[in-house]
């Protein structure tokens, strides 16, 4: 096991009960959904870290993304609560905010890997689908919003039957642009009292550039099959 990964793994877990902080009222049941979330994502990449992990130091990079991915699991406890809220947009500006930080810091202290690139990655797709289910259950948009928080788990499930859809992608800026946009959109939607007019506008943008994103890659793949 990579030196510091345990005191990472308090500080998720410390991360993980911010919904008693932010919501005392019913934040017992909400703050034990992220700490059995968060539990349940240290024993996943616990796993992983010997098969995709070179280094013998965790490293801050990868407690940043750990810290991230408690803080997903606090936005999915919740819902519990209730959807939407000025905390909700609070706690998700700074996961995003940290979004690029745990890359720049593998990068300056030498602990880039497939697995850190990899965890970043699934972090920002279980964000975006936290952050859709908030605004669906707010009411302030239709079903479409879901499409932003689903749309990576139905790529990743078209691979059992188009196998070349797991191909290697070369790198895009635009993929990278794309998802920001996305992340930063369902930011936005959590706003109380946002228009409902420019909530679906938002919503509506923000999936037309996601199946511009997915579209493209897709014909890649099946271009290189």
Known sequence: MPAGFW?????????????????????GIAALIAVAGTGAVLVFIRGK??????HGRFGLCNMVTLARAAMVAALAGMLWQGPQGWDVLVLATVAL???????????????????????????????ALVLAAHVWLGGMTGAE?????????????????????AAALP????????????????????VPGLMPELARGVAWGAVAALVWSFGR????LWRHR
Do not use: N
């Open 97 to 127: 905010a940290l979004d690029g930080v745990d890359g720049w810091l593998a990068r300056r202290s030498g602990l880039t890997s497939e697995f850190g690139a990899r965890f970043d990655m699934e972090t920002d797709a279980a964000l």
């Open 7 to 27: 005191p990472a793994a308090g500080l998720a877990v410390l991360v993980a009960l911010v919904p008693l902080v932010l919501r005392p009222v019913g934040g």
């Open 49 to 54: 870290l010997g098969l995709h992990y070179p």
């Open 145 to 165: 919003v879901l499409l932003l928080g689903a749309m990576r788990y139905a790529f990743v499930a078209a691979f059992w039957p188009f196998p070349w859809l």
């Open 171 to 190: 790198d895009r800026f635009g993929r990278k642009v794309v998802c920001v946009v996305q992340i930063a959109a369902l930011i936005l939607l959590q």
């Open 217 to 220: 890659d897709v014909l890649w």
